[in-house]
DNA sequence: AGCACGCCGACT
DNA sequence: GTCGGCGTGCTC
């Protein structure tokens, strides 16, 4: 009997197309084949196999390609995500199976050079020093030869053209070399040596037997309301049921041979490690990891993309010997394929990524860490919409190996579900060497007013003299871009406004521009009003960093200023340059936006001013308390790192709001325990759900229209809130205008089917209307 | 995602 | 008259 496979195309396809197998070609699930569709090539995915016994006006499959096959847990994870998501099930395969365009092949060629003994034409000083370290006519990459001789490219480059040193094509760098979990130990505090003790009992078997944690699936999700994996298995019984039962078995089997126990009771936990900023949450896990490489399994840590530096990956280093294979989205080509293969073949024991990382082929898992757990840019915003976060936690139930959660400020979800057990829970409550966290002070606006026109509080303004008195490090951080947020005619009152999106423009001084921070929009700072034509008359309101800088310029004229925003004039490779100059202590006053908050230390910083603590508490967004409670958290923190104690002041208005109160009287139980209980009684997540519907369309009219249409054909039943497009804020978007429906339901109610209902009864899409699903919306806007 | 088909505007 | 813009629909 002729058979026929099932394939799943990675395209936005919901169900896979049938294809018949040529004579002589065996397919297995998961394969990875070449297929006719339409008029070309295509690659897809054996999604089942069936015998079929018409013989049939199928197309053929072209053949198997030479890569490793799918494993069951990755399709399980795939189905997952769709049905999760509301997502095409190609769409879904699509995040699993990015091969390398055919175009974006080709890596770049690394050129290596040695001495070629031939002396130089004219040998200047910087020519000596490189051909002194080359001397020992060892094969160097270019960079690294300039770096060690303390000299630029160019050096290199002058002396490979003068032929005192030869170049050659440097082999490919491998990918990563196997980390030795016993490299170096690390002293570890009690505490962390504690948690690392829990940790490690935690994720292998052999438990107490009244110690085991209640399997739970999604972390975002209320209570009960996750859709099981059971119902998942047995949708997937229904579809495939006996390729998909082999490939369990096969799964489970290979799961008993790597950790030699097959304890078919033990359910591997989901485990938040919560530890105050300079805790040492990291050295904890890499211990973790170390175990886990050590029973021969695989480890994949995950980090918030920002977060993927150098640094970090020096840290790994230093303990396990070598850096580890990192993936983000930047890697293509060839090296993506061959992180992929040899993640799938089980020779890369270790991962570093980005969100996408989550969907590599990994052999044999063992431990996925997500750090900074509760980072929003875990939520992937555009394509199928999912959080990275959750999506750890739901491959780790596929896979059965344990996931920690690691983060000084965990969310909410992620807190609630810790304290239901759902979670395990390890607390590190102290900095790591006894240092003490910095102290946090209010400075009153309203009673300690910054001078007329100046945005810096005078004792504000006194302490950072102090600081730089004393040869330390002050931050100013102030989470606003740009010169000032808003500008407005004095002679007719006009507010200059996006004219795509719901927001004003900010003013960049530097750029002489007004910008649209939501889509990019940008036009010449006018020198008349555009609307009454008055000259001269326009006023900047309020303060962005630039303005702060303006101002620390005129206090401290003789002081280091940097100015650190994701804006940052010559690029990202320019802006890890001048942190790593702040990281070194090459600088007197850092002013800085939330970028500074994140990943990097800053081991002479003494004092954080925070200008504006109110900011974002006003928002209108259900998370804006946790948030700012977050940020601020993160960012007072980076205050002390190094020898000195460190303290932070706190611009307010409202000292009594809980999220500022929580942060002063460093009460982080508190701020939890109030929040918790102000969702509970909102039924906002974790205990009720956000989601929204996404109108989009390349006409703004049509957007606008058509939400307004989906909105009113809305008939949310008892307990789902709507709300409409006056509410909804708009944005371009990558070229088209979209619109965020929210929807706001409480426990019982199954997002997902209503949701489905009222895009099928609402008014049929005319026009290049896309209506797309955001399951738990991070934001707003 | 591609690619064709088809419908309207502006140009050698 | 066509060239070409993009909106629409289809691919087992």
């Known amino acids: 009997m002729p058979s026929v496979a099932e394939i799943l195309i990675p395209l936005a396809l919901d169900s896979a197309y049938s294809y018949a197998v040529p004579a002589g070609l065996t397919l297995a699930v998961g394969d990875v084949v070449q ?6 090539e295509t690659v897809g995915v054996v999604w089942g196999v069936r015998q079929s016994p018409g013989g049939s006006n199928l197309r053929p499959v072209t053949g198997r390609l030479d890569v490793p096959p799918l ?34 092949q080709g890596e770049t060629v690394r050129i290596g050079v040695r001495a070629s003994g031939r002396p130089p034409a004219r040998p200047t000083a910087a020519r000596l020093k490189v051909l002194g370290v080359a001397a020992d006519g060892a094969l160097r990459g270019k960079s690294a030869l300039a770096k060690e001789a303390g000299v630029s490219l160019s050096v290199v480059d002058g002396l490979i053209d003068d032929g005192a040193l030869e170049a050659t094509a440097l082999a490919p760098e491998p990918v990563a070399l196997p980390p030795d979990p016993d490299h170096a130990r690390v002293p570890l505090s009690e505490a ?20 085991r944690p209640e399997p739970c699936l999604l972390n975002g999700a209320g209570q009960g309301e996750a859709p099981g994996l059971s119902a998942e298995g047995a949708h997937l019984a229904e579809t495939h049921p006996i390729q998909e039962r082999q490939a369990v078995a096969a799964a489970e089997t290979h799961h008993k041979l790597t950790t030699g126990v097959g304890d078919e009771t033990f359910r591997a936990p989901t485990i938040l490690l919560e530890g105050v900023t300079g805790s040492g949450k990291t050295e904890v ?22 977060a993927l530096t150098a640094q970090f990956l020096d840290r790994f280093a230093e303990r396990f010997g070598v850096r580890p294979a990192t993936w983000h989205s930047g890697i293509g080509g060839k090296r993506r394929e061959r992180i992929r293969a040899g993640v799938a073949l089980g020779e890369i024991a270790v991962v570093v990524g980005a969100r996408s990382a989550l969907f590599l082929p990994f052999a044999h898992l063992g431990i996925v860490v997500v750090d900074e757990e509760h980072e929003a840019a875990y939520k992937q915003e555009d394509g199928v919409h999912y959080h990275a976060r959750d999506m750890a936690v739901v491959r780790g139930r596929i896979e059965n190996c344990p996931v920690v959660l690691a983060s000084a400020t965990p969310s909410i979800e992620t807190r609630v579900n810790a304290e239901r057990g759902r979670y395990r829970h390890i607390v590190l409550p102290e900095r790591f060497g006894g240092r003490r966290l910095p102290d946090i002070t209010a400075l009153d606006m309203r009673s300690d007013k910054p001078e007329r026109g100046s945005f810096i509080a005078p004792a504000l303004v006194a302490a950072v003299r102090e600081t730089v008195a004393a040869g330390d490090q002050a931050l100013l951080f102030l989470n606003r871009r740009g010169y000032a947020p808003l500008t407005l005619c004095r002679a007719c009152g006009h507010r200059y406004q996006c004219r795509n999106c719901s927001t004003w423009l900010v003013e960049h001084r530097f750029r002489k521009a007004l910008v649209c921070h939501q889509c990019g929009y940008a036009e010449r700072r006018p020198e008349a009003c555009t609307e009454c034509g008055t000259f001269d008359n326009l006023t900047p309101c309020g303060p962005g960093v630039e303005r702060i800088a303006e101002e620390v ?7 280091r200023v940097i100015v650190l925003s994701s804006d940052f004039p010559g690029g990202a490779e320019r802006l890890r340059a001048e942190l790593q100059t702040v990281a070194e202590g090459g600088c007197d006053i850092v002013i800085g936006t939330q970028l500074v908050a994140k990943g990097h230390n800053f081991p002479h910083l003494t004092l954080v001013g925070v200008l504006d603590a109110d900011i974002g508490l006003t928002s209108g967004d259900p998370r804006a308390a946790e948030r700012t409670f977050q940020l601020l958290q993160q960012v007072t923190g980076r205050a002390g790192r190094g020898e000195k104690p460190g303290r932070a002041l706190l611009q307010t208005f409202q000292p009594d ?41 390349a006409d703004r009219a049509v957007a606008e229209a058509h939400g307004q249409a989906l909105a009113r054909a809305a008939e949310p039943p008892e307990g789902v809130m709507v709300l409409g497009p006056a509410e909804a804020p708009l944005a371009l978007v990558r070229g088209r205008y979209r619109f965020r429906l929210l929807v706001k339901t409480e426990r019982s109610v199954d997002l997902q089917s209503y949701l489905r209902d009222w895009i099928a009864r609402g008014p049929k899409v005319r026009g290049n209307v896309k209506v797309a699903i955001d399951v738990d919306p991070q934001s707003f806007l």
């Not at 297929?35 to 070309?40: A, D, F, K, S, T």
């Open 35 to 40: 297929i006719p569709l339409g008029p070309r």
């Open 71 to 104: 494993a069951g847990p990755l399709r399980e994870l795939v189905d997952w995500l769709a049905r999760y998501t509301l997502a095409p099930k190609g769409s879904a395969l699509a995040m699993a199976l990015r091969l390398p365009d055919e175009a974006a």
């Open 192 to 211: 962390q040596a504690d948690a690392v003790r829990d940790l490690i009992a935690m994720m292998n078997p052999a438990p107490p037997p009244d110690d």
């Open 285 to 306: 896990y890499f211990e973790a990891v170390a175990d886990c490489v050590r029973r021969g399994r695989q480890a994949l840590i995950l980090m918030p993309e920002i």
């Open 553 to 559: 310029t005129a206090l401290f004229p003789d002081k």
């Open 657 to 697: 709001h809980p999220v500022i109160a929580a942060l002063l009287s460093g009460d982080a139980e508190r701020f939890y325990e109030e929040e918790i209980a102000a969702r509970e009684a909102a039924g906002l997540p974790p205990f009720g759900r956000l989601a929204a519907l996404i109108v989009s369309a």
